[in-house]
């Protein structure tokens, strides 16, 4: 590609965006199924093969649940039809999967929740295909002597693709028989793929997330993904699958934003507590134990790494249908899943919730991590979930927290403290992860003048109606218990700060 890059730009929605992924399979079932369908008890441990019947009907009716909790957007993982229960084995890219209700249950869907001002995200997954898919399985019936050759990297005949005992003759995602590799080399197979990008948001959705889209390493492919995707909507969403540093797609003509794999390691890392490593079905994913320094400086680095535009439109996730949930990562200590929820909170990007775990659903690895919500409310940890709910809601409430700078103020004993400000708007959170609790001298100048005054929002009540006072720019004696945190909102906030994370650095 020739010439300059264009300035980066990011979908405005997406900062003021709170996610919620849900594996469809697994979220609600609607009951429509036909009766003949055999599917899984719904309580029952996950399987790699069996299917619960959630649906897209299911989801549906429970978009007064995600309103309830705050929820402004919907990342699914695929829907399009499949062999597989997770359905990253694509057969057909233009037809939903009728056990999840065709298209007519998404229509109805898509319709009703953009009536609602909830967005949808879909998963795709233009890396690999499936055996079922049309153009792979004429080379199975076909041979050489297929039309569609070229769509696959085919090393020999007959194709093994059931051979248990022999290795696929023909690229396939990670060695897996099941998931044949485009070539995208080929011209038909790009504009295929391009055709379904640009035809899913021609029908409405609100944009793609690409299944590990690394593996396709090809920037002019990618570049002209963007170009046809928002050449429909200038303001759909473009996020990739990339679990390192993505600076590559994020210089303003390939990607909008990553899954924020980073920003979640570092919090877990942070807020989790001992080293931890779990093995995924394609590596090892590692949680480091992080001292406050050590997360001060990480925290620095990540809003460092990308464009301010970028940094408001990362994906910050904390767990996914590809780790172990949150609650498990963090060893079922419900005071910290808390404390790294509201943080993600209050961080910059859009934070994304992984079904079921604000009512406390537990899992470890793959397919534990895709266990069946529960609907029982006698099942649920509510305190849990009116954490976040009111978390959602202090984001909701504070355009500081979606769009304001990011102003580091301690790193210190395992308190961490920094300022989010907008124009007008303020706001300062501690976080306390020590065994004990925290004395905090916090030093609020040149950020606060004194006589302001911080009036906590959080915990109201701690320090009285009167709130923390500045006084020769600090705010002293902070109270803050063990495991605990307090975001306040500062009145007549006045002063520049030099030490910033935001615009001017992006």
């Known amino acids: 590609m020739t010439g300059t890059r264009p300035p980066v730009q990011t979908p405005e929605w997406v900062k003021d965006a709170t996610f919620y992924q849900i594996f469809p399979d697994r979220f609600a079932r609607s009951g429509r199924l036909p009766s003949w369908v055999r599917l899984e008890p719904w309580d029952t441990p996950p399987t790699r093969e069996g299917f619960k019947g959630g649906d897209l009907w299911g989801v549906l009716a429970r978009l007064d649940y995600l309103q309830d909790l705050g929820i402004t957007a919907i990342y699914f993982n695929p829907i399009f039809q499949s062999a597989a229960n997770h359905r990253y084995h ?76 022999r290795k696929p003759n023909y690229a396939a995602w990670w060695g897996l028989p099941a998931l044949p590799k485009f070539n ?24 793609w997330r690409l299944d590990v889209p690394f593996e396709i390493d090809d920037d002019a492919f990618w570049q002209e993904f963007r170009r046809r995707v928002k050449g429909v909507n200038p303001e759909a969403y473009i996020v990739g699958e990339v679990w390192g540093d993505a600076r590559r797609w994020l210089q303003g003509d390939q990607f909008d934003a990553v899954m924020n794999y980073l920003f979640s390691r570092a919090v877990l890392g942070f807020f989790g507590g001992p080293d931890l490593e779990v093995g995924l079905p394609y590596g090892i994913y590692r949680l480091r134990r992080l001292t406050v320094q050590a997360f001060a400086r990480q925290v620095r680095r990540l809003l460092a790494l990308y464009p301010w535009e970028v940094s408001l439109a990362q994906l910050n996730l904390l767990g996914s249908h590809d780790t172990p949930r949150l609650l498990t990562l963090l060893r079922g200590n419900r005071a910290r899943v808390k404390l790294a929820t509201l943080f993600q909170m209050c961080y910059p990007g859009a934070p994304c919730i992984y079904y079921g775990d604000e009512v406390g659903l537990a899992g470890g690895p793959d397919p534990d991590c895709r266990r069946s919500m529960p609907w029982d409310e ?24 979606r769009r304001g700078e990011f102003l580091p103020l301690l790193a210190r004993e395992d308190v961490y403290a920094f300022a989010r400000r907008a124009p ?34 959080w915990q109201p009540g701690t320090f009285g109606k009167e709130g923390v006072v500045v006084q020769r720019g600090h705010a002293r004696e902070v109270l803050l218990p063990s495991l605990s945190a307090r975001v306040f909102l500062v009145r007549e906030a006045v002063g520049q700060v030099t030490d910033h994370i935001g615009p001017e650095e992006g």
Do not use: M
């Open 184 to 207: 995208t080399d080929c011209p038909g197979v790009r504009e295929f793929l391009w055709d379904v990008g640009e035809r899913w948001v021609r029908e409405g959705v609100d944009g």
């Open 424 to 457: 007008g708007e303020t706001l300062v959170a501690l976080f306390n992860l020590g065994a004990g609790p925290a004395r905090v001298d916090l030093r609020l100048r040149p950020l606060v003048a004194d006589g302001a005054v911080l009036e906590d929002l």
């Open 378 to 401: 006698a099942q649920w940890d509510r305190d849990l979930r009116a954490w976040f709910q009111a978390a959602i809601a202090l984001r909701k409430a504070h355009v500081a927290l």
């Open 90 to 165: 694509t057969h057909d890219y233009h037809q939903v999967d009728p056990l999840l209700g065709g298209n007519e249950a998404f229509r109805a869907l898509l319709d009703e929740a953009h009536r609602r001002g909830i967005r949808i995200v879909l998963d795709g997954v233009f890396n690999h295909a499936s055996r079922g898919f049309f153009p792979f399985h004429h080379i199975l019936e076909n041979g050489p002597a297929s039309p569609y050759l070229d769509w696959f990297h085919i090393k020999g005949y007959p194709l093994h693709a059931y051979s248990p005992r």
